[in-house]
Each structure stands twice: as structure tokens, then as C-alpha cells.
């Protein structure tokens, strides 16, 4: 059974930073591309941020470049996010996603909430 789980989330005042982990089992997670999603209220989830398998390709959305990075340790089956210069509209539930040839996988989601 695959199962992610995220955590890292809180309260953070505008500018500050965070840092979200998802942990992996029950699935080859070095061979997979990783990805970070987010769904503000009343809002569609979008793609945050990617890493391949290796950890050495990463894209952005437009949006969190030069603020976010996304990395991964395969020894300890985790992707992370770093978030820096955070801002109100960085406001969310993050999710952490595995899609395989036949599986989208999900976390439960950490709610990131940047006000002051």
C-alpha cells in the first residue's frame, strides 16, 4: 500500500520560510518523479514544483521561482520544499504526488498559511 505523508506546514508571517517534507513507503520511490501541488481555498490545485527521479532536474511554476526549491533524498524515500520569501498568496494545503504509469498517488495534505 502506497502511502504518503506530508508535514512541515504552519503559520508563517510574509517573508518567512518553511520547510515541507512527504515521506514515501510502499512504493520504488527512486525511480519516480516527484511532485509538490497546492489548492488554496476556492481555488483549482496547481502544480508547484517537480523532481525527477535522480533529484537532479527540477521545474517551477512561474509563480514560486527563485523562491521555492524542491529536493529529494532516495535513502530516506522524502521529497521536500523549501519555501523562502513566503507570501499571503503562498496560502494553501501543499500535497506531495507519485504518478506512475497506471496510479496517481496523494498525500493528505499541510496546510501552509502565510499571514500576519
Known amino acids: 500500500q502506497v502511502q504518503l505523508v506530508e508535514s512541515g506546514g504552519g503559520l508563517v508571517q510574509p517573508g518567512g520560510s518553511l520547510r515541507l517534507s512527504c515521506a514515501a513507503s510502499?512504493?520504488?520511490?527512486?525511480?519516480?518523479?516527484m511532485a509538490w501541488y497546492r489548492q488554496a481555498t476556492g481555488k483549482h490545485r496547481e502544480s508547484v514544483a517537480r523532481v525527477a527521479p535522480g533529484g537532479s532536474i527540477t521545474t517551477y511554476a512561474d509563480s514560486v521561482k527563485g523562491r521555492f526549491t524542491v529536493s529529494r533524498d532516495n535513502a530516506k524515500n522524502t521529497v521536500y520544499l523549501q519555501m523562502n520569501s513566503l507570501k499571503p498568496e503562498d496560502t494553501a494545503v501543499y500535497y506531495c504526488?507519485?504518478?506512475?504509469?497506471?496510479?496517481?498517488?496523494w498525500g493528505q495534505g499541510t496546510q501552509v498559511t502565510v499571514s500576519s
Open positions: 510502499g512504493i520504488a520511490f527512486s525511480i519516480f518523479g
Open positions: 504526488n507519485i504518478a506512475t504509469m497506471t496510479d496517481d498517488y
